[in-house]
């Protein structure tokens, strides 16, 4: 990343493109599944990522990786979230699927899929919490998913 481009990356790991932030913006709007990887620094990915959830329905869908050469993080892009801390109103699914992708990166791929099947199936079936339209608490939404498990 430099004065706003971001690098893009090929199926291999091999920079093939840099793009303008703005530019790279609406691409990933139009047509996101053309990205694999992007590589960006801290306040770009920021931006990125909260675009992006907006493309599959909010920050409490989205897990995020922080991978180095000797250490990971898995988190949820929206953190803390502590504005509605303790209020039992959170989305589980962002974190749960951090989990999932903590999973996979172990080698434990297939239980991050069985994890990652089991948010799909309560996205399509319920229950929903208010930032996907419906009225489940976080303890319900999570209860489902490992219903589902």
């Given at each position: 990343?430099?004065?706003?481009?971001?690098?893009?990356?090929?199926?291999?790991?091999?920079?093939?493109?840099?793009?303008?932030?703005?530019a790279f913006a609406t691409r990933v709007c139009l047509d996101p599944e053309q990205f694999e990887v992007i590589v960006c620094p801290n306040l770009a990915?920021?931006?990125?990522?909260?675009?992006?959830?907006?493309?599959?329905?909010?920050?409490?869908?989205?897990?995020?990786?922080?991978?180095?050469?000797?250490?990971?993080?898995?988190?949820?892009?929206?953190?803390?979230?502590?504005?509605?801390?303790?209020?039992?109103?959170?989305?589980?699914?962002?974190?749960?699927?951090?989990?999932?992708?903590?999973?996979?990166?172990?080698?434990?791929?297939?239980?991050?899929?069985?994890?990652e099947t089991a948010v799909e199936t309560v996205l399509a079936e319920g229950p929903r919490?208010?930032?996907?339209?419906?009225?489940?608490?976080?303890?319900?939404?999570?209860?489902?998913?490992?219903?589902?498990?």
């Amino acid at each position: 990343f430099r004065d706003g481009v971001v690098g893009v990356a090929d199926e291999r790991g091999v920079d093939t493109n840099e793009v303008l932030m703005d530019a790279f913006a609406t691409r990933v709007c139009l047509d996101p599944e053309q990205f694999e990887v992007i590589v960006c620094p801290n306040l770009a990915g920021d931006v990125l990522s909260d675009l992006a959830a907006g493309l599959v329905g909010g920050l409490g869908l989205l897990p995020s990786a922080n991978i180095g050469d000797d250490n990971a993080l898995f988190e949820p892009v929206h953190g803390t979230a502590p504005d509605i801390a303790g209020q039992g109103t959170a989305n589980p699914m962002a974190t749960i699927l951090s989990a999932a992708m903590l999973l996979n990166h172990l080698g434990y791929s297939e239980e991050a899929d069985q994890v990652e099947t089991a948010v799909e199936t309560v996205l399509a079936e319920g229950p929903r919490t208010a930032d996907l339209g419906g009225d489940a608490s976080t303890e319900a939404a999570t209860a489902a998913i490992i219903d589902q498990l």
